[in-house]
């Protein structure tokens, strides 16, 4: 079965669900998933190559302090 069909049954089955408690499980398993520290498959790919151009010398990392004046100026930037 491909993720779209899976995907399209739940969603139905969901629709019609009437069990208040599977849907309190439900809302727990999206409430977990979305605090999931875990990284995306892109997510490790991008910190890989982004580590890998520290240690080549071709990037350096920045201070938390110059991390948060950056946020700044585009936050006023786009005022």
Do not use: A, C, N, P
């Amino acid at each position: 079965m491909d993720i779209k069909t899976v995907k399209t049954d739940l969603i139905h089955w969901v629709k019609d669900l009437k069990d208040k408690s599977v849907l309190q499980q439900l809302q727990e398993l999206k409430k977990q998933h979305e605090d999931s520290l875990e990284l995306s498959e892109s997510q490790r790919k991008e910190l890989d190559l982004r580590l890998k151009k520290y240690e080549e010398g071709q990037m350096h990392f920045s201070s938390w302090d110059e991390v948060k004046d950056r946020v700044r100026k585009r936050h006023e930037d786009d005022l």
